[in-house]
């Protein structure tokens, strides 16, 4: 067994945690499973790849990569873009689709089985627009540096380290010391006490769905450029967010983080003692373990 | 109709009807008008529709028919979160705190809705008006005893210095001295011309500090009056076991 395990799940992990953020935030003020947040991942990364080309196609010179990483300034501003564009992708399907069914009343299961079928368009629009081919945000290869004690690891890996660190930090200090943040936590407690209190919940509910969706879009792209871009992407990583999401207790900005990086270390644990093969049952295991022994999760309220 | 009313009521409900499905009413035809500086309790039996009433006034229960005013405008499609800038605020029966945030946090979280530069003045204004919050105000909501949780409730409603103020039974579930608190309380708040709704089920406590009272029955209002006349007036125990349910017997002690 290497030590490279560690930074192998990681890396992962960090990716699954962003993503498990959204999924606890739209979960504890939605109050259903939505299914198609994978899909705003593969949107996110795709919306970036194809906004990064077109910024490409205009200037050559900020396609060249910016040492040490692999990748041109076209992707950091293909990324603020495709961050607004996956934000509003959201609003879109929640004005369409859950939104509506909201206002009907429309039990938890129906709103579930919608996100299923939202999921299911969204991706096959994607292989519609992209084709199934794995694509990629840039062709450079990189050299991976020798971190001492066994670990080494590429600048974009660092990088996306780093970056999620900052994510995470900076969506933990909105929620606890500002007031939006502060009334979307009411909303998640009591929706109807946060309305009748002043706060207006259907402008919290979109402002949830833009953060999850930002969270999803650097999520994506962060594993476009780490992996690959593919249709599905986000899909595949849906049950790891999950887990997280609910290993880390929903609503709990810092749970899903640490939990994240639980499963990720997980996987990559799993990869090395019994096979690459078993990876997709960590992540069930472990949601099968904390549902059965600690519903709540690590950090989540008690019911 | 030519004017013999006087004042503008603070509140109005005109054949109000609401319930949780349109086809199934339980409030069913409410005509209410509260004057300005009253201290108004709506008395009746368990599964009344008090609670519906007041909530759909509050904009939190569907309203199928009638309207209602507030100090003579309609607000009956006025959403829930724009009442309490327009001058109503509620308290609602039970989960009428954040239990998930800290006492400091639920003031803070109710104050959003004034301008900036005044937030701190207001919180503060309540911390002096409700010392006991003041102790410890980063403590989680949540952990704090019957009492001081409808001190904290009442405090959030307050914060916009509203005209009027419904509560929905603040004395539910508290011992006998803090009920008594809790009513002086809202003597006080009415004192400084405040008009209060207090749905209650306190009848004789409640009878004491209120002006009038109307009694609400099966989704209609069955008998209004003075308050002290209804304190011995034999129809409030006949109207309270008129309804007949066992779930009714606990009050009957409370009844003169
Ligand atoms: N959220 C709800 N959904 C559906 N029915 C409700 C709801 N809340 C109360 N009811 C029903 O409405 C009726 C009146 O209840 P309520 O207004 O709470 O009466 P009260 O406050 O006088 O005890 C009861 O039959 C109750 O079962
Ligand atoms: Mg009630």
């Known amino acids: ?303 | 109709m030519t004017g013999l009313v006087t004042t503008t009521p603070a509140l109005e409900t005109r054949a109000l009807v609401a319930g949780y499905e349109p086809d199934l009413p339980i409030v069913r035809g409410v005509d209410l008008s509260v004057a300005p500086g009253e201290l108004l309790v709506v008395l009746g039996p368990n599964g009344a529709g008090k609670s519906t009433f007041v909530k759909a006034i509050a904009g939190v229960a569907p309203i199928h028919g009638g309207s209602v005013t507030l100090a003579g405008r309609d607000i009956t499609d006025v959403p829930a979160h724009r009442k309490i800038t327009q001058g109503l605020a509620f308290v609602p029966q039970t989960e009428n705190i954040f239990a998930t945030l800290s006492i400091h946090e639920n003031l803070q979280l109710a104050a959003a809705v004034l301008p900036k530069p005044v937030r701190p003045d207001r919180i503060r204004a309540l911390y002096d008006r409700f010392p006991d919050l003041a102790i410890a105000p980063s403590r989680l909501a949540g952990a704090l005893s019957g009492g001081q949780r409808q001190m904290l409730a009442v405090a959030r409603a307050l914060i916009v210095d509203p005209p009027l103020i419904i509560l929905d039974e603040p004395s539910a579930g508290l011992s006998p001295k803090i009920v008594s608190e809790v009513f002086e309380m809202l003597q006080r708040i009415n004192a400084t011309g405040v008009t209060v709704i207090l749905v209650e089920q306190n009848v004789k406590a409640a009878l004491k500090i209120a002006s009038r009272a109307v009694i609400l029955v099966e989704g209609q209002i069955r008998h209004e009056g003075a308050a002290t006349a209804l304190l011995d007036d034999p129809i409030l125990a006949k109207l309270y076991l008129g309804t007949g349910h066992a779930r009714n017997h606990s009050r009957e002690a409370e009844l003169p």
């Open chain 1, 1 to 303: 067994m290497t030590p490279q395990f560690v930074m192998d799940g990681l890396i992962a992990g960090a990716m699954i945690g962003l993503g498990a953020i959204g999924v606890t935030l739209t979960y504890s003020i939605l109050r259903f499973a939505n299914f198609a947040h994978g899909e705003l991942l593969s949107w996110g990364a795709y919306l970036a790849m194809a906004i990064s080309g077109t910024i490409g196609m205009v200037s050559t010179t900020l396609l060249k990569p910016i040492a040490p990483f692999s990748f041109g300034w076209s992707l950091p501003i293909a990324t603020v873009l495709a961050i607004l564009l996956t934000g509003l992708l959201a609003l879109a399907v929640d004005a369409l689709l859950f939104g509506r069914l909201r206002r009907r009343g429309s039990a938890v299961i129906i709103l579930v089985m919608a996100s299923f079928g939202a999921s299911l368009a969204l991706r096959s629009l994607l292989e519609f627009i992209f084709t199934s081919k794995p694509a990629y945000f840039t062709k450079a290869l990189q050299i991976a540096i020798k971190l001492g004690g066994g670990l080494r690891a590429t600048p974009d890996q660092l990088l996306s380290l780093g970056m999620t660190l900052i994510a995470v930090i900076a969506v933990h200090l909105l929620m606890t010391r500002t007031s939006i943040g502060r009334s979307m936590r009411a909303v998640s407690e009591n929706p109807a006490l946060a309305g009748i209190a002043g706060v207006d919940v259907r402008k919290m509910i979109r402002v949830v769905w833009f953060l999850g969706a930002a969270l999803a879009c650097i999520a994506g792209i962060m594993t476009g450029l780490l992996v690959q871009i593919r249709p599905y992407l986000g899909h595949d990583l849906l049950l790891p967010l999950f887990a997280a999401a609910i290993l880390g207790g929903i609503g709990s900005v810092p749970g899903a983080m640490l939990a994240g990086l639980i499963v990720g270390l997980s996987e990559a644990l799993a990869v090395q003692l019994v096979g690459a093969e078993w990876r997709a049952a960590v992540s069930f295991v472990i949601l099968v373990i904390v549902l059965l022994v600690r519903p709540r999760g690590l950090f989540g309220r008690a019911a």
